[in-house]
């Protein structure tokens, strides 16, 4: 079966669509690499026993109302690219039941198909969980698997991560 690109109205509609998913988002808990879900919790979760939390978390709320910003110095940086955002639609696979909601949907210097997820990150998260010892930066695991899967659902020849760390500044 082909995936389904399906625009979103609304939150309400949006979350309805992903309740019966695996969504890219929770996927890294099938691996054992989600630091706020566990695989049992995403079976209870999509079998119904629990429900999730339908308020938004205040890093959830950050994340975003910063998108719009990330979509903004990625047009700054990549001045060759073409930026969509939002993005707008979920994209779902319904026979295997995984679905994705791209933050950011681009389009390189030679025109190829990528999807980007953005996360804003507090500085010391960033030094924490994303700066190795050697100073390069290497995004946790469940979130590679996010954009990794992202690009899959929307047929994207590359993915990327762009983590934006807030502090006194915006740094990307």
Same mark, same amino acid.
């Given at each position: 079966?082909?995936?389904?690109?399906?625009?979103?109205?609304?939150?309400?509609?949006?979350?309805?669509?992903?309740?019966?998913?695996?969504?890219?988002?929770?996927?890294?808990?099938?691996?054992?690499?989600?630091?706020?879900?566990?695989?049992?919790?995403?079976?209870?979760?999509?079998?119904?026993?629990?429900?999730?939390?339908?308020?938004?978390?205040?890093?959830?709320?950050?994340?975003?109302?910063?998108?719009? !910003?990330?979509?903004?110095?990625?047009?700054?940086?990549?001045?060759?690219?073409?930026?969509?955002?939002?993005?707008?639609?979920?994209?779902?696979?319904?026979?295997?039941?995984?679905?994705?909601?791209?933050?950011?949907?681009?389009?390189?210097?030679?025109?190829?198909?990528?999807? !980007?997820?953005?996360?804003? !990150?507090?500085?010391?998260?960033?030094?924490?969980?994303?700066?190795?010892?050697?100073?390069?930066?290497?995004?946790?695991?469940?979130?590679?698997?996010?954009?990794?899967?992202?690009?899959?659902?929307?047929?994207?020849?590359?993915?990327? !991560?762009?983590?934006?760390?807030?502090?006194?500044?915006?740094?990307?």
């Amino acid at each position: 079966m082909p995936i389904e690109k399906i625009s979103i109205t609304d939150r309400e509609q949006w979350l309805a669509l992903r309740s019966n998913d695996v969504t890219a988002s929770v996927a890294g808990a099938l691996l054992g690499v989600h630091p706020y879900m566990t695989a049992y919790g995403l079976y209870l979760l999509k079998k119904g026993l629990i429900n999730e939390d339908p308020e938004e978390t205040a890093p959830m709320r950050r994340g975003r109302l910063l998108e719009p !910003v990330a979509a903004q110095i990625l047009r700054e940086e990549y001045p060759d690219w073409e930026i969509r955002h939002p993005a707008g639609f979920y994209y779902r696979d319904s026979e295997t039941r995984i679905g994705a909601t791209p933050d950011i949907l681009a389009f390189n210097e030679r025109g190829e198909p990528g999807v !980007v997820q953005a996360k804003s !990150v507090e500085p010391s998260i960033f030094r924490r969980d994303w700066k190795q010892d050697d100073g390069t930066v290497e995004p946790p695991l469940w979130i590679v698997v996010q954009a990794i899967i992202e690009a899959h659902q929307t047929g994207a020849l590359w993915a990327a !991560v762009a983590p934006m760390v807030i502090g006194f500044g915006v740094e990307m």
